[in-house]
């Protein structure tokens, strides 16, 4: 029985802290039934399902057998509904994104997934045109890690929408090697993993090779929160960086998160509309 030490799992520092923790507990086990206590928690966003899972797939690979209990009703219909627990629930206002996993070569299958789910009339109005390359953004998301992690289990994506909160947020886990492990690969090191990821979040910096394009589409989704004053969170490694609005912070997890979550939320409550800056410089979009 390992104890689960959060109250709630919200798109916060702790939150992370406590997913990373998590994987240190379960870290030393193999061929282990293993039961994950979860009694102390009384909140959970459903998006944060995907880094959840990767702590999860992670245990697994190591031969364990990994389950949940002591979940409060009102948390196991949240994950009942998103489809991380097996018993599913009616998901009736249609509020749900559900928890989805991915092969590292399923961009296309990414994509679609993202398209379905994310276009929604909850959405702050864009033009077509930004649209098609908000979704873009996403797509580089997925393609960074198909690219750089050199993961062994699946990509997990998940969502949600709040009504009363008025945000949707969105979560891609994958389980690699971190972005400080990728810059390293590359020849790149840096003294912190979280300047890892603030080097990894500026436009044109990239450790792709030839001409494959990286970093517009991150670009774009940082634009877009900093007008949107929603929010976006990575974690990798011990590394924690983010943005909410246009305040940037960067921090240091007592404990690694295995691998790179990348965590949006779109507050839907703006009423702003919209749409790409008609410019040749590609580098200004808006």
């Given at each position: 029985m390992i104890p689960f030490g959060a109250y709630q799992l919200r798109t916060e520092a702790s939150s992370i802290e406590a997913l990373a923790a998590l994987h240190a507990?379960?870290?030393?086990?193999?061929?282990?039934?293993?039961?994950?206590?979860c009694t102390k928690l009384g909140w959970f966003d459903a998006h944060l399902a995907a880094p959840f899972m990767t702590v999860m797939n992670h245990s697994r690979t190591q031969s364990n057998s990994i389950?949940?209990?002591g979940l409060a009703d009102n948390v196991s219909l949240i994950l009942r509904k998103n489809g991380m627990l097996a018993r599913k629930a009616e998901d009736s206002y249609h509020t749900t994104i559900p928890v989805t996993s991915f092969g590292l070569d399923e961009e296309i299958e990414f994509a679609d997934y993202s398209r379905k789910h994310l276009a929604r009339r909850e959405m702050p109005r864009m033009s077509q045109a930004l649209v098609g390359k908000f979704f873009e953004g996403l797509d580089e998301l997925f393609a960074n890690c198909a690219l750089h992690s050199k993961s062994e289990i699946n990509v997990v994506a998940a969502g949600q929408f709040f009504p009363r909160a008025e945000r949707l947020a969105f979560a891609i886990s994958d389980g690699g090697?971190?972005?400080?492990?990728?810059?390293?690969?590359?020849?790149?090191?840096?003294?912190s993993p979280e300047d890892?990821?603030?080097?990894?979040?500026?436009?044109?910096?990239t450790t792709r090779q030839g001409y494959v394009p990286g970093g517009l589409g991150l670009k774009l989704l940082r634009e877009f929160i900093a007008k949107n004053n929603g929010k976006l969170m990575v974690a990798s490694s011990a590394g924690l960086w983010t943005q909410t609005g246009t305040r940037l912070t960067k921090a240091r997890m007592p404990k690694p998160f295995p691998g790179t979550v990348v965590i949006m939320e779109?507050?839907?409550s703006d009423r702003n509309v919209y749409d790409l800056k008609a410019?040749?410089?590609?580098?200004?979009?808006?």
């Amino acid at each position: 029985m390992i104890p689960f030490g959060a109250y709630q799992l919200r798109t916060e520092a702790s939150s992370i802290e406590a997913l990373a923790a998590l994987h240190a507990a379960l870290s030393p086990y193999s061929a282990a039934e293993i039961k994950i206590d979860c009694t102390k928690l009384g909140w959970f966003d459903a998006h944060l399902a995907a880094p959840f899972m990767t702590v999860m797939n992670h245990s697994r690979t190591q031969s364990n057998s990994i389950s949940l209990t002591g979940l409060a009703d009102n948390v196991s219909l949240i994950l009942r509904k998103n489809g991380m627990l097996a018993r599913k629930a009616e998901d009736s206002y249609h509020t749900t994104i559900p928890v989805t996993s991915f092969g590292l070569d399923e961009e296309i299958e990414f994509a679609d997934y993202s398209r379905k789910h994310l276009a929604r009339r909850e959405m702050p109005r864009m033009s077509q045109a930004l649209v098609g390359k908000f979704f873009e953004g996403l797509d580089e998301l997925f393609a960074n890690c198909a690219l750089h992690s050199k993961s062994e289990i699946n990509v997990v994506a998940a969502g949600q929408f709040f009504p009363r909160a008025e945000r949707l947020a969105f979560a891609i886990s994958d389980g690699g090697r971190g972005v400080d492990g990728s810059l390293r690969a590359s020849g790149i090191t840096y003294s912190s993993p979280e300047d890892a990821i603030d080097w990894a979040m500026q436009n044109n910096n990239t450790t792709r090779q030839g001409y494959v394009p990286g970093g517009l589409g991150l670009k774009l989704l940082r634009e877009f929160i900093a007008k949107n004053n929603g929010k976006l969170m990575v974690a990798s490694s011990a590394g924690l960086w983010t943005q909410t609005g246009t305040r940037l912070t960067k921090a240091r997890m007592p404990k690694p998160f295995p691998g790179t979550v990348v965590i949006m939320e779109i507050l839907t409550s703006d009423r702003n509309v919209y749409d790409l800056k008609a410019s040749t410089d590609h580098r200004n979009i808006w």
